[in-house]
């Protein structure tokens, strides 16, 4: 099974500010996702990469912007938090073809 | 557009009985069906998959249907426990190169002891 790591795992945060939250993988996976959800919804795709120096947009609009400098490595930066971007944002890896993705325990955002 | 359905946002059943959870989809691309488990302040954990090739895949008490005619496939965990309690969350992928999962908004399985 993948090892996935988000942090921070919960992060308040006044509106305005630069954040950045951190997601690593550990199994060399080339494919990595970010997810948005709110509470009772569905997980939205904000984001994904197909390795190195690759990020796409997702279906969601987000204002937020990733980088994927490293394989194991895919950080989310938000340049000014607002309080529309309190959310749960979900990290995810994968092996190729049809493997499933690996999710991280989420950073649940709160901006105020 | 609400590709995904999951109409029921909870279900309630009693240990060691049959708990079914069901999804429906719109999408006629969509190859490959997943179901994801999610405790609380925990990621999604990959449960089981089906092909849409496929009408029935089974491991261990869980098992998935698929009927591509009626675009409706189902979760059945036989016996429920009590650790099964959690949200489910149902999720389809268009053919093609692009992996993108298309999520429902999930039910809640509580299994009462």
């Known amino acids: 099974e993948a090892d996935i790591y988000q942090t921070p795992r919960y992060l308040v945060i006044g509106t305005g500010k630069k954040i950045t939250l951190e997601c690593s993988q550990t199994?060399?996976?080339?494919?990595m996702y970010w997810y948005q959800q709110d509470p009772g919804m569905e997980l939205h795709l904000i984001h994904y990469s197909y390795g190195v120096n690759s990020t796409e947009k997702g279906d969601l609009s987000s204002e937020s912007t990733v980088s994927r400098i490293r394989t194991e490595h895919f950080p989310l930066t938000l340049e000014s938090a607002r309080p529309s971007h309190t959310s749960q944002y979900l990290c995810?890896?994968?092996?190729?073809?049809?493997?499933?993705?690996?999710f991280g325990n989420g950073t649940r955002l709160t901006v105020t | 557009d609400q590709q995904v359905k999951q109409n029921s946002p909870s279900l309630s059943v009693q240990e060691g009985r049959i708990s079914i959870l069901n999804c429906d989809y719109t999408?006629?691309?969509?190859?490959?069906f997943l179901w994801y488990k999610k405790y609380p302040a925990e990621g999604p954990t990959f449960l089981i998959s089906i092909s849409s090739i496929k009408d029935k895949n089974e491991d261990g008490r869980f098992t998935v249907f698929l009927n591509k005619s009626a675009k409706h496939l189902s979760l059945h965990i036989v016996p429920s426990q009590p650790g099964d309690s959690a949200v489910y969350f149902c999720a389809a992928r268009s053919g093609g190169s692009n992996y993108k999962l298309t999520f429902g908004k999930g039910t809640l399985l509580t299994v009462n002891p």
């Open positions: 995810a890896s994968r092996e190729e073809n049809n493997s499933p993705l690996h």
């Open positions: 199994m060399g996976h080339d494919k």
């Open positions: 999408n006629s691309m969509f190859d490959y």
